[in-house]
């Protein structure tokens, strides 16, 4: 498997990097110190916008070499996460009709989805 394979594939090939990054617990900031590639170089590795052959090359073999990887085994990572769950929500009827939060109850609840959503990117 040779390395422009994995270019034509940039897109499935940035998907897979940040399947690697969350499947080993890794921040893109973490990722990005451990490879030695620039956070703004990293994030378009995700998004499959590096247009050079050379640099794609250059930076995909620092992930490989990381992660103790193969082109192939980039090219058909399989994620270690689950896919999401679907949220189940419980609803009472019983509150009153104009009902609205305070400003700072909604600063609260704000808070704990942010955390909630923190955990499902670390435990799920």
């Known amino acids: 498997m040779t390395m422009e394979l994995l270019f034509e594939n940039r897109k499935l090939i940035g998907e897979n990097i940040l399947n690697i990054i969350k499947d080993n617990g890794y921040t893109k900031s ?3 110190r ?3 590639i620039s956070r703004p170089t990293l994030d378009k590795l995700i998004k499959g ?8 090359k250059t930076h995909v073999r620092k992930i490989l070499e990381t992660q103790d990887m193969v082109e192939e085994q980039l090219l058909n990572y399989v994620p270690k996460y689950k896919a999401k769950k679907e949220l189940v929500f419980a609803l009472s009827d019983n509150a009153p009709e104009n009902h609205a939060l305070n400003p700072k109850a909604q600063e609260m609840f704000s808070i704990l989805e942010d955390i ?5 990117l670390y435990y799920n």
């Open 34 to 36: 451990l490879t030695n």
């Open 49 to 56: 916008e590096v247009d050079s052959l050379a640099t794609f």
């Open 30 to 32: 973490s990722f990005s």
């Open 116 to 120: 909630i959503h923190m955990c499902e």
